[in-house]
């Protein structure tokens, strides 16, 4: 179905947990702690964020953590350095934004053309080279719309890797059909209108737009605002095949960061907080699956 | 809503149908002037902004460089800038669009400004979003946006400046997107808004033209306009772009030097023109100041106006289409420029605005017999700013300054 | 030189020479033309000064008083008021007098910075008197003055303010009367300062008149101005004193009372139209702030422009035939009528301006179908002033201010 | 010739001179004290300011003496009373500016025409009227030219006091002539273009101006600048009638209020320079009568 087998696999059984970190927040060795323990705690895919200067699609939360590991030196070379240094079992995407992929090798590129005299041949192609050497199965790249993708997911087919979109409450119509032809891997339904954050209530937003996506064959997983097991296990029995989560998670790095908390404590509140949403989201698929058995 | 390889939505998913009702909207109403749209905007931008603004010529300044000299008035319009025909214009047009609401970001204070004059004159709410830095910095543009019944929201994210306030403005939009409309400051951010912006700040070009025609008897050979984000540059350069004769000059902010400490992050200058490279920010492909990963540098010039890493994406392919000339002038030759025209011409030129005198003084050896210069907007705003820089550097044109600096 | 029993020319003998040289010279140039000198005039005023400035309806001022509110923007004026119409004809007219320096002097500063200005713009070396108290008060007109190349010179007798810089400008001139003009800000002093001044602004209703009929089909019921010296005033109503339908309404500042401290010698109000009494001051017998021995008295607005304790001779004389009809609107309401402009029409007036809409909103009743009025000027030299005295006080239409007031 | 014949008088026999003091500088007795001593000093006539609140034609010197006064409480009433008390010998001249003269008894009058409903009748009448009760015998208005002095012009004559005017440099032709017309007792000869205030030179203006007056037959004093028995003695031999000497004596009032001296210290150092200025002033008379005889 996807380029990756891996991410394919992870929605293969029952519902998928994917959690997002951002990478090297605060510090590259706390964090790879942090985004094993996610492992530890359940997850079937790990988002990991590359931070970019100007996050134009986040909440106050992300925001801050991508400040955070921007300030302790994260590079888009130190990032693949830490995927590889990863030991996890789930599957890894990363989440950036399109100049950073964009860029990536573009350096070298415009120095051996200069040395030649031709025009660089900058373009997304050496990101996902290199993404894919470091064990990246997937993209999602929140300010890239289905129109401007075309190179990237030409890279993404040629190494491999899925290129994830994100379904809007308002996205509809001819633009959902253009994006879902182009999505692999999963579907980002974005449980509401608005950028990333955590939040009380689940959105009846979250309902419509599954139903719309009833036709199209992929599996969704929600995201936006979702911090409990309880709120993963309405998602999910409502018909979703996994669930994002972020800023809840990013919210307790932060925490830890405020209140000096050791790395491990973090890591096992966060642990013990996966494995919250992941059982909650096997609730919700049990509750569905029954329901569906029933009718 | 590509200029050449250069501009497109890259935007989040949830601003997509937005930005396409922009589009459609734009198409209809300001390409079509559907239910007359075109008419009013222009007919306010008269009555309330006080177009059409002068151009004037400059007798001193021509007799100085031995050419005729001519200054677009852009001063002169309502808010002290040309900032309000875009404004006005994105008023009026999500007015047309039945929307409910206004929000915008602001850095220095002026496309803020312009903003909330043009939603009181039109009777919208509006939101501005600022950086909690630049409202310490800039109190006087942030009690104006208030008086004009504007709500003024500090952003204590990160450092507290203009990226963080267009991150916040974004974030608002994101939720509110519906009955919402986000007034971009100038021909930057995704298609509509480069072309949008651009077709509202024409009218400086427009009349310009028919202004030089008319007192001139023809065409001028140069026109020059300082270039920040661009509008003002676009705005001046867009009725000349097809007179192959008009040379168009955009001078930059060259800041204190072109040289880029890319250890630091920092781009002491926003020569994004002149000096940049291809990249996305803000939703469009465009040129900017960016280090080899592509993260944004931080720029740095004397004119807070100026003080941006990108541009707009139309100016970027005008460039390399060679069709634009793209300058840089540092801060201290901008200071020149500033104190000159404000002694010799009874004008107090906006600080991004004295960057094109400082290239007329520099290079007008090189121009032709008739150069129109945009005066993009008034000093007013700048005048701490100006004593604070003037007073660290030995400058001729300046006047005795001991009576400002002391004590301050 | 006489309007009925007001005006004249109580000048010390020295100076008699030149005002009858001025005299001459106003009756050449400006009354016949001579050398073409109103043609340049005009031009200057439209390509340096930005003229026309537009008749704007205001459309919810129009709702909110249920008759036709139009105003005519002077605000947009080069400078930001008024002033410059009449500092750029008498500098001007110096040049064709063949003077070769220009003195004036300026207490908020208003003056001093239009006069600066077009000194700079006709290449006029210019010294402007001011008080060392109202330098103090008002760094930014003097760092504007300056910047346009005029000398600022402190007055540091009395107590610093504008009634010994006029007796230190007086006595400069009373010394280089043969190569000097000083340039007097309103339509006060000696003949023919009252009508040559008045003549300069008297575009202001030349072209209000006629956009009125072009707006409206008609001309307006009523013109409204505010009254300090007169200047504004005397240019607004002077193409509709023949216009027997249009009443006009002269808003003085009120200040804090009507009622004088004859003991203290303060008048806490700039009110000599309508409560002043005949007397001779500064060179001209009109209506006066005074006390019964004939000393002037302080007078005091919430807008220093306003503050003065004479007024035009000839607003004197209209007012005694029944022709004007004289005013006064507090500091209060003045205030408010700032904020309600500036909220709901998106347009920060000055302080003597506001009062004109404090008038508006206290007696729009009285008023018939099609207000003009006058916006002197615009208010960002007040902003200061405004955060202090909302702060003051409890006003509906104000902005929440603490953010300003706090650590103040 | 004029009016007052105590002024013509002081011209009659020898140079006149004519010292200034503002009345009620720094205060009543002091002031009293000090006119006093100009007149032992030889005064002919005296010229007394009465101060007002906006003096346009006085340089700071004399501009900062008329401040002084009126915060000491100087009023048109006093100042009569001043006169009143005075026991010199000297003509006494009053220079004020006219809203003072114009306005005196005003308020009278006004309630008056209030109470009869006619026209209120203000005018330079009461305030001469006072004046030549009080004994002042002439009036020096130096911002009332001569087109607009007719009003104060009749009222002098009616009451028999002269009417001062000031002829400047720079007044010449029909100006002069009117002025010449109008005047009497003596005229007023600006030494020098500029406000009141002592100087170490002495213009060539002034001999140009003495020149044009020659026709005139009224006495000439000559104004503005005069400060030593030095400079009167050149005027004088020059052709001036007469010498005023007003900031030079000013100045002494004023060095007495900065260094705190005793009012008697004071007066003696006016009653002494106006020695000096007295006796310059003849000597230079009698160096023209000698020149004019040996011819």
Not at chain 1, 11 to 30: I, K, Q, T
Not at chain 2, 107 to 125: F, I, K, Y
Not at chain 2, 266 to 274: E, F, G
Not at chain 2, 301 to 326: C, H, K, T
């Amino acid at each position: 179905m996807g380029n990756s087998d891996a991410i394919d696999a992870a929605f293969a059984d029952g519902p998928a947990y994917v959690p997002y970190l951002v990478v090297g927040d605060p510090d590259y060795e706390s964090s790879k702690a942090y985004v094993e323990a996610l492992d530890r705690g359940g997850a079937d895919v790990i988002e990991l964020g590359l931070p970019f200067s100007e996050p134009i699609a986040e909440g106050s939360t992300i925001q801050e953590a991508l400040v955070r590991s921007l300030d302790a030196g994260m590079t888009p070379d130190r990032f693949f350095a830490f995927a590889e240094d990863l030991d996890v079992d789930a599957a890894l995407v990363c989440m950036t934004y399109y100049n950073l992929i964009y860029q990536y090798g573009g350096s070298e590129a415009r120095s051996a053309s200069n040395a030649s005299g031709e025009a660089a041949s900058t373009g997304p192609r050496p990101f996902v080279e290199r993404a894919a050497a470091a064990g990246i199965q997937g993209l999602v790249v929140p300010d890239l719309p289905a129109e401007e993708a075309d190179p990237l997911r030409e890279a993404c087919d040629e190494f491999g890797l899925d290129l994830v979109f994100i379904v809007a409450p308002t996205t509809r119509g001819d633009r959902l059909d253009r994006m879902m032809e182009n999505v692999s891997g999963y579907v980002y339904v974005q449980a509401r209108l608005g950028t990333t954050g955590a939040r009380d209530d689940v959105s009846d937003q979250t309902t419509e737009s599954l139903d719309r996506l009833r036709e199209y064959d992929v599996p969704k997983a929600v995201g936006f605002g979702i911090s409990t097991g309880e709120q993963a296990e309405r998602i999910v029995a409502g018909g979703a095949d996994g669930i994002i989560v972020g800023s809840a998670l990013v919210d307790l790095v932060a925490e830890g960061v405020e209140e000096d908390r050791s790395t491990g404590a973090v890591a096992d509140r966060l642990e013990a907080l996966s494995r919250e949403l992941k059982q909650g989201a096997e609730r919700g698929y049990r509750s569905r699956t029954e329901a569906a058995s029933t009718q | 809503g590509k200029f050449g390889r250069y501009g497109g939505q890259y935007v989040p998913e949830a601003l997509m149908p937005a930005i396409e009702e922009l589009a459609d909207a734009y198409e209809r109403y300001v390409l079509g002037n559907e239910d007359g749209f075109m008419d009013e905007f222009r007919e306010r931008l008269a009555d309330f902004g006080g177009r059409p603004t002068p151009l004037q010529r400059a007798d001193r300044l021509s007799e100085r460089y031995d050419t005729e000299v001519y200054l677009k008035r852009e001063d002169l319009l309502h808010g002290g800038a040309h900032k309000l025909n875009n404004a006005l214009g994105q008023v009026l047009l999500a007015k047309y669009m039945g929307k409910e609401r206004i929000i915008a970001e602001t850095g220095a204070g002026q496309h803020g400004t312009a903003t909330a004059m043009a939603a009181a004159h039109l009777d919208m709410p509006c939101t501005i979003y600022m950086g909690e830095r630049d409202i310490n910095r800039q109190r006087p543009n942030v009690f104006r946006m208030k008086l004009n019944g504007s709500e003024v929201k500090p952003v204590t994210t990160g450092r507290g400046t203009l990226k963080e306030a267009i991150s916040e403005t974004m974030r608002d939009w994101a939720e509110t997107v519906e009955d919402t409309h986000y007034v971009i400051g100038s021909i930057v951010g995704p298609h509509p808004f480069p072309v949008m912006v651009r077709d509202f700040q024409a009218i400086i070009s427009e009349e310009a033209r028919e202004q030089a025609v008319e007192k001139t008897g023809g065409l001028p050979t140069d026109v020059v306009a300082c270039a920040g984000g661009g509008s003002n540059t676009m705005g001046t350069f867009a009725d000349f772009v097809d007179d192959e004769s008009v040379a168009l000059h955009a001078v930059e902010a060259g800041g204190s030097t072109l040289e880029v400490d890319e250890e630091a992050g920092v781009a002491p200058n926003s020569a994004s023109l002149y000096t940049g490279e291809e990249g996305v920010l803000h939703g469009a492909r465009t040129k900017l100041l960016q280090d080899s990963d592509g993260q944004i540098m931080e720029s740095h010039s004397v004119s807070s106006g100026l003080d941006y890493a990108g541009v707009g994406p139309e100016l970027a392919y005008l460039v390399d289409e060679g069709r634009v000339d793209p300058v840089a002038v540092g801060d201290d030759a901008a200071l020149e420029g500033f104190h000159r025209l404000s002694n010799t011409e009874g004008i107090i030129p906006a600080l991004e605005t004295a960057h094109a005198f400082g290239y007329l003084e520099e290079h007008h050896e090189e121009l032709g017999e008739r150069v129109v210069v945009n005066v993009s907007g008034r000093g007013d705003k700048d005048l701490d700013a100006a004593i604070e820089e003037t007073d660290k550097r030995d400058i001729d044109e300046a006047p005795d300054m001991s009576m400002f600096t002391e004590g301050m």
